[in-house]
């Protein structure tokens, strides 16, 4: 696995963000057993508390469960994977129109040049 | 995690007439690694032979899980000196028994698991090894003891980055995730990904601990670009005249 790490920004916050993208890009798939605590951290190089913090996230957004018998497995749960899914589309969509702001453009002409590129 | 391993309380420490420590506080808890860090001749040292029981401070009171830095205290910390003491005529494995006999928490197979790793032969005089070498096997022997409270002064300083990392790698992978790591050290940029808080200690006194993610979620900065904000000195102008 590989792990991106910025210094100027909360560590637990970028495991978490990037924990997500390996679930939704299918690296780990419902219902599989994450590794634990320990393992992942010495693998990204971080502190286990720090990568408690993520994985707590991770349950309290419910994109796994955490049972005393299988450990912390990824939710099974579709509508939680699409809905976070949809969430990161969004965040997305609104850092595109931000940007194309900064650039001078309107809503309306950056919607259109998204249209016009890429067919 | 949460019960407090170290107290300090307006702790002075005298160097002649100079002050070492000059009424530092703080508490930590236990479960915890921490950054000790400042800048040089900061207390850094001297913090950790105080906490370790070498040196007696003139004023203060010091705690080490309940207790006075003494006999008890050295059977729950163990401690990294900046400095290697091996004499060089014994063996790797003479430093094992000697740690055997010494400690009860120290790991013997441990210790040899990691030698193995790092390909270090246990029968070799310690003067065949090089100081990279060394420092590692000091390292070995320091995080194959089940410790409370590891004091780690320095244990980055000597080695080439990779083995940095591999040091690092130890330190995580080694440590009693009851117990608390303190890590003394000005190479912050490498270390501030293991660690959980940070105190930044100046002419002998702690002028700020904070969690490291609270620090880059507030500031948006690496503890790396607040410590030399916070610690920045003026650079010498080579005497030209204050034109106005």
Not at chain 2, 56 to 81: A, F
Not at chain 2, 91 to 119: G, I, N, P, T
Not at chain 2, 164 to 173: D, P, Q
Request: charged share 30%; glycine share 8%; aromatic share 8%.
């Amino acid at each position: 696995m590989e792990w991106k790490l910025d210094d100027s920004r909360p560590i637990w916050i970028q495991l978490q963000e990037q924990l997500t993208r390996m679930i939704l890009t299918g690296r780990f798939r419902a219902g599989e057993r994450l590794p634990s605590v320990r393992d992942l951290a010495s693998e990204a190089g971080v502190n286990p508390n720090t990568m408690q913090r993520a994985l707590a996230g991770l349950d309290a957004e419910g994109l796994t469960v955490t049972n005393r018998t299988a450990g912390r497995t990824v939710t099974e749960d579709d509508s939680v994977l699409d809905g976070m899914r949809a969430k990161l589309a969004h965040e997305l969509i609104r850092q595109f129109y931000e940007a194309a702001e900064q650039l001078g453009y309107t809503r309306e002409q950056a919607l259109e040049l998204l249209k016009r590129s890429g067919s | 995690m949460g019960e407090i391993l170290i107290q300090c309380q307006d702790v002075w420490k005298y160097y002649g007439k100079k002050e070492a420590l000059g009424g530092l506080n703080f508490q930590l808890s236990s479960g915890r690694i921490v950054g000790l860090l400042g800048p040089n001749g900061s207390g850094k040292t001297t913090l950790m032979k105080v906490l370790n029981g070498l040196l007696h401070p003139e004023r203060g009171m010091v705690l080490i899980d309940g207790e006075t830095p003494g006999i008890y205290t050295k059977s729950v910390v163990s401690y990294l000196p900046d400095k290697t003491y091996f004499a060089d005529w014994m063996k790797v494995s003479d430093m094992f028994d000697l740690f055997q006999d010494f400690y009860e928490d120290f790991d013997r197979e441990k210790a040899e698991q990691m030698c193995d790793v790092l390909q270090i032969q246990t029968n070799q005089k310690m003067k065949t090894l090089s100081k990279g070498t060394r420092e590692k096997v000091q390292l070995i022997l320091v995080m194959s003891r089940r410790a409370k409270l590891y004091l780690l002064d320095e244990p980055i300083a000597g080695v080439d980055p990779a083995a940095r990392e591999f040091i690092l790698a130890t330190i995580l992978n080694n440590y009693n995730p009851e117990g608390t790591v303190l890590i003394s050290t000005h190479l912050i940029a490498d270390v501030e990904r293991v660690l959980d808080e940070v105190l930044f200690i100046q002419n002998g006194k702690v002028v700020r601990q904070e969690m490291v993610d609270d620090i880059r979620e507030k500031e948006g900065k690496s503890v790396d670009e607040l410590f030399r904000e916070v610690f920045r000195t003026v650079p010498y102008g080579g005497g030209a005249a204050d034109v106005r």
